[in-house]
C-alpha cells in the first residue's frame, strides 16, 4: 500500500522505480517480462533491493533522490 502511495506521489508508473542495473533484475529475467503495474508493485515490493533509492518524502510530496536537485524542490516547497 505505501508503495503505491509513493509511486502516485512521484506521478510516475511503478516500472520506472526500478533499478535495471541491479544484479537481480537481471536473475529475475524482467527486462523481458511484460508485466502490469499491479504485478511491478508486488516485485518491488517483495525485492526492495530493485527500487530506485532514495526516495523522500514530505509534505505529500515525494522525489527519488537522484539528481539531490529532485530533493532540494519537494523541501523547498
Known sequence: ???RQIVKMLGIKPR???R???A???ELGLADKDLTDKEW???L???PRLIERPIVV???KAAIGRPTANIEA???S
Open 1 to 3: 500500500k505505501e508503495l
Open 16 to 18: 520506472e522505480l526500478v
Open 20 to 22: 535495471e542495473g541491479e
Open 24 to 26: 537481480l533484475f537481471k
Open 41 to 43: 508493485i508486488t516485485i
Open 45 to 47: 515490493a517483495e525485492n
Open 58 to 60: 514530505h509534505n505529500g
Open 74 to 76: 519537494i523541501l523547498d
